[in-house]
């Protein structure tokens, strides 16, 4: 497969990661969750507006590109019965939360209805994404999907072995929670076409550097068949159990 980063690597880059071994696949285990970070519409804007850059000014021109690729995997772990986790990055208008984040961006208080404050269009999560009654919503300040929530504890609790992360952006809270879930030990999967950013230079160096140290990028068909065959497994230990239990 080429991949999106092979034209930014010379020959050197090359033979230092041939040398090194890095980017070798980690693979995957056997109860993963998917984790659909911040798609929200202050990332994605309004499909097909002509006006998202001017009313959505923090809108990533591949959102909704990337939001197809989310849906068939969001339906996809529905059908496998497998956790579903959303965040979203939500700020307080009042009080200004966040921090530095506004700072760097110049995302001040009052600079439009169509960011990511609280009670705000933009805050929301996008429809075709919409979360059920039984999937998982949590409002996050940091990039860090594990940043002052409660996901590690969730994650534990039902005995999650393996992330899939989704969403926007990929060099900011995508990456972040990919480092997160390496160091709290978690296979991580990032499906290439399910992530998005703002830059292209910043998206395909990102995953470059996700895949070569933190998670398995791979094409969102491979981990969709991965899904399907997650839930053939559960259908068939809980087909086992039921006839184990007639015996």
Request: glycine letters at 8%; proline letters at 4%.
């Given at each position: 497969?080429?991949?999106?980063?092979?034209?930014?690597?010379?020959?050197?880059?090359?033979?230092?990661?041939?040398?090194g071994k890095w980017a070798m696949r980690a693979g995957a285990g056997t109860?993963?969750?998917?984790?659909?970070?911040?798609?929200?519409?202050?990332?994605?804007?309004?499909?097909?507006?002509?006006?998202?850059?001017?009313?959505?000014?923090?809108?990533?021109?591949?959102?909704?590109?990337?939001?197809?690729?989310?849906?068939?995997?969001?339906?996809?772990?529905?059908?496998?019965?497998?956790?579903?986790?959303?965040?979203?990055?939500?700020?307080?208008?009042?009080?200004?939360?966040?921090?530095?984040?506004?700072?760097?961006?110049?995302?001040?208080?009052?600079?439009?209805?169509?960011?990511?404050?609280?009670?705000?269009?933009?805050?929301?999560?996008?429809?075709?994404?919409?979360?059920?009654?039984?999937?998982?919503?949590?409002?996050?300040?940091?990039?860090?999907?594990?940043?002052?929530?409660?996901?590690?504890?969730?994650?534990?609790?039902?005995?999650?072995?393996?992330?899939?992360?989704?969403?926007?952006?990929?060099?900011?809270?995508?990456?972040?929670?990919?480092?997160?879930?390496?160091?709290?030990?978690?296979?991580?999967?990032?499906?290439?076409?399910?992530?998005?950013?703002?830059?292209?230079?910043?998206?395909?160096?990102?995953?470059?550097?996700?895949?070569?140290?933190?998670?398995?990028?791979?094409?969102?068909?491979?981990?969709?068949?991965?899904?399907?065959?997650?839930?053939?497994?559960?259908?068939?230990?809980?087909?086992?159990?039921?006839?184990?239990?007639?015996?």
């Amino acid at each position: 497969m080429t991949t999106s980063w092979d034209d930014y690597l010379t020959e050197e880059d090359r033979a230092v990661l041939a040398r090194g071994k890095w980017a070798m696949r980690a693979g995957a285990g056997t109860r993963p969750a998917l984790l659909l970070i911040d798609c929200q519409y202050y990332m994605t804007g309004i499909r097909g507006a002509a006006d998202n850059a001017e009313k959505y000014p923090l809108s990533c021109p591949t959102g909704f590109a990337a939001t197809d690729q989310m849906k068939r995997l969001l339906l996809a772990a529905r059908a496998a019965d497998v956790p579903v986790v959303f965040t979203r990055f939500v700020v307080d208008p009042v009080i200004d939360d966040v921090g530095m984040f506004n700072r760097k961006i110049g995302a001040g208080i009052g600079r439009g209805e169509n960011l990511y404050f609280k009670g705000t269009h933009g805050a929301e999560i996008v429809d075709e994404l919409k979360p059920l009654p039984t999937e998982i919503v949590l409002d996050k300040k940091k990039k860090s999907a594990f940043f002052g929530t409660p996901l590690l504890s969730l994650l534990i609790d039902r005995r999650v072995d393996t992330c899939i992360v989704v969403g926007g952006s990929t060099s900011n809270c995508v990456r972040a929670t990919v480092v997160d879930c390496e160091q709290h030990n978690f296979f991580c999967l990032v499906p290439e076409e399910a992530v998005y950013d703002r830059v292209q230079i910043t998206h395909r160096i990102n995953l470059f550097d996700m895949n070569r140290s933190y998670a398995d990028v791979l094409p969102t068909d491979e981990v969709l068949a991965y899904l399907a065959r997650t839930g053939q497994a559960r259908e068939a230990a809980e087909q086992a159990a039921k006839r184990g239990g007639q015996a």
